[in-house]
């Protein structure tokens, strides 16, 4: 499996940080391209959230439950389905936080966030997916890696405003491999 995991750092207590992230429908209001959030159950272990995301002319639900919760240090998650998938949200208490000088001047609990994802791009169909037919899933992946990126950095941004209570840049650090 392949895996990609993205931190950063919160000038907020780790059980605040849980807090956000255990409300998974209100990622809607992050992002520009997840559209609907539908959840049954309450964040926690065993919660299924139907997650419908539309970009250009795709629209595309998937279906992910709620694997494990460890408050307020973790929420593991699976895609069930097709495309086999996985992460975790690891939430950690530090007392040296990576933010720009005028955040963190008088700064107090702080927490560093990291979304691990683990995925096999084998199990990624063009069938599954209801592609135009003019457009390869090679093609598909082209396009869409820059948005991912760019969108994923405008999430974290908007979540650590929310968080932290005004807009910041955000220094993320990535990792990609094996």
């Known amino acids: 499996m392949d895996r990609i995991a993205v931190e950063t750092d919160v000038l907020v207590p780790p059980a605040a940080v849980f807090d956000v992230l255990v409300d998974f429908p209100a990622y809607a209001q992050y992002s520009e391209y997840l559209e609907r959030v539908e959840p049954s159950g309450d964040g926690r272990e065993g919660t299924t959230y139907d997650l419908t995301v539309a970009w250009w002319r795709l629209r595309h639900t998937v279906r992910s439950r709620v694997t494990d919760t460890v408050p307020p240090e973790r929420i593991d998650w699976r895609l069930l389905g097709p495309i086999a998938a996985a992460g975790a949200w690891v939430i950690e208490e530090i007392t040296d936080p990576v933010v720009p000088a005028p955040a963190a001047a008088g700064a107090g609990d702080a927490s560093r966030v990291r979304l ?9 169909e063009a069938s599954t997916l209801d592609l135009p037919l003019f457009l390869s899933l090679d093609g598909l992946v082209d396009r869409l890696a820059p948005v991912l990126e760019d969108e994923a950095e405008q999430i974290v941004e ?21």
């Open 116 to 124: 691990e994802l683990r995925y096999d791009a084998a199990t990624v």
């Open 158 to 178: 908007r979540i650590v405003a929310d968080l932290e209570g005004e807009r910041r840049p955000v220094s993320l650090r990535v990792e990609a491999g094996d």
